[in-house]
């Protein structure tokens, strides 16, 4: 009998030996797609977090695959979606999330991780562009506000406190005033502020309306207020900056370029993504600043950034094994590593409380702002059918950045062409 068991226990022995060998042999695989929309080696670091997880999870194998920008990234995903070999999870905009829902592409997170506690970790403005319809469907990762980047040395040259950035609309444009140079010809080789138009035109200026009392749309992305009194108003001031004001460049001016533009010396102050922190501290020659973005009533930004998803079409183990990814590059200390080496705002309170987030704070206290800048954002504008509304939006509001319709003009029609994209959501 004993010698029975004995030879049953090495063979069960020699089974598993032999399943753990075929299971490690034949790992899961997944795809994972992601952007670049800021400076800095954001490759290498997804690359260096993707090397790990494999290193702790050798039964899964992830196929990390750099999409391009932000809007190139979704037409991948969509259009492999459609062909039938989607991606298993990508980073995609927060504000993609009702264009992935009405296409039926991604599946709910709470519904692979049963962990309300883990999901309730993360900060509260990220995941009002998160969750929708009672149900989570991504998971914030490189998450974003706006803030203004200044130039300390050059605040000093003009008599201003480099200590002290404007706070207001009116701060902002009496300092710029004071950066802007000029030579005798009127040539300009320095300007006293930059706010970038193309790529995310209408997040500059949905902070400017959010500082005056003004949301752009509703909760359930069915309806947009873009000609309301206080977004005509927000829209005058950033047209003025450059036809009344002339401390900022006309007409359309390059997401892309505007960090180059403020390392090069070229803008003393410039409004862009928190995610360029890590390329301005790298690069930059001189002390700058780092503030909240100056508003009219209050301050107010809206979020801004990336979301995991989790894409329909791919099996349940590689669904299993995506959200097993997501929660290891979400854990405190990665999640902190992540922030430090991009500039993007750690999305839960844990990843702060570590030590490394403490210490990075201690001796960069610029990366706080952001984080402080949370008590006052707002949702970052999403509809359903958000490109094409969003495209309504950019193109109007570039208009009149151009100068070829007046700012309240501009957003009326911004607002019909919503209007009927969206009247069928609406219902």
């Known amino acids: ?5 004995l030879k049953s226990v090495a063979a069960l022995a020699v089974s598993a030996a032999f399943g753990a060998s075929a299971f490690a042999a034949n790992p899961v695989e997944i795809s994972f797609y992601y952007p670049v929309a800021v400076g800095g080696a954001v490759t290498k670091t ?3 977090m993707v090397a790990d997880f494999e290193k702790a999870n050798p039964d899964i194998k992830v196929k990390a695959v750099y999409a391009g920008t932000y809007q190139e990234s979704i037409v991948k995903a969509l259009t492999a979606f459609k062909s039938g070999t989607p991606p298993t999870l990508a980073v995609l905009l927060s504000t993609d999330l009702f264009t992935l829902i009405d296409e039926n592409a991604i599946v709910p997170i709470d519904g692979l991780a049963n962990d309300k506690a883990w999901i309730d970790g993360f900060y509260k403005g990220f995941m009002e562009n998160s969750q929708t319809g009672g149900k989570t469907w991504g998971v914030p990762f490189q998450r974003s506000t706006i803030v203004m980047y200044y130039n300390k040395n050059l605040f000093k040259e003009a008599g201003l406190n480099p200590d002290k950035a404007p706070a207001t609309w009116t701060e902002m444009v009496e300092a710029a005033k004071k950066l802007t140079k000029r030579d005798a010809a009127g040539n300009v080789s320095q300007w006293g502020v930059k706010i970038p138009s193309t790529g995310f035109g209408y997040w500059m200026f949905q902070a400017m309306a959010a500082s005056n009392d003004t949301i752009l749309m509703n909760n359930a992305g069915t309806k947009t207020y873009f000609d309301k009194p206080g977004a005509v108003q927000a829209l005058q001031h950033w047209v003025d900056l450059a036809a009344k004001d002339k401390v900022m460049p006309s007409g359309s ?3 892309g370029t505007t960090p180059k ?7 003393a102050m410039v409004w862009t993504t928190t995610g360029n922190l890590t390329n301005i501290r790298t690069n930059a020659t001189f002390p700058f600043g780092v503030a909240m973005l100056p508003g009219n009533k209050h301050p ?3 979020t801004g950034g990336g979301n995991f998803y989790v894409f329909n079409k791919t099996s349940p183990e590689q669904q299993k094994a995506a959200l097993k990814f997501i929660r290891f590059t979400t854990e405190p200390a990665r999640a902190a ?21 403490k210490k990075y704070l201690q001796e960069v206290p610029a990366a706080g702002v952001a984080r402080e800048q949370m008590k006052y954002g707002v949702a970052e504008l999403s509809t359903h059918d958000n490109q094409r509304v969003t495209k309504a939006l950019n193109d109007n509001l ?8 007046a700012p309240e003009a501009a957003l009326k029609d911004a607002q019909r062409e919503s209007d009927r994209i969206l009247r069928s959501y609406g219902r």
């Open 1 to 5: 009998m004993r010698r029975a068991i």
């Open 46 to 48: 997804i690359d260096s």
């Open 253 to 255: 001016i390059e997401w």
């Open 261 to 267: 533009d403020f390392l090069e010396q070229k803008a």
């Open 300 to 302: 107010g930004s809206p």
């Open 337 to 357: 590593q992540w922030s430090i080496a991009t500039g993007y705002v750690a999305p839960r309170q844990d990843a702060w409380d570590t030590p490394e987030m």
């Open 398 to 405: 570039q208009a009149a950045l151009a100068g070829t319709k």
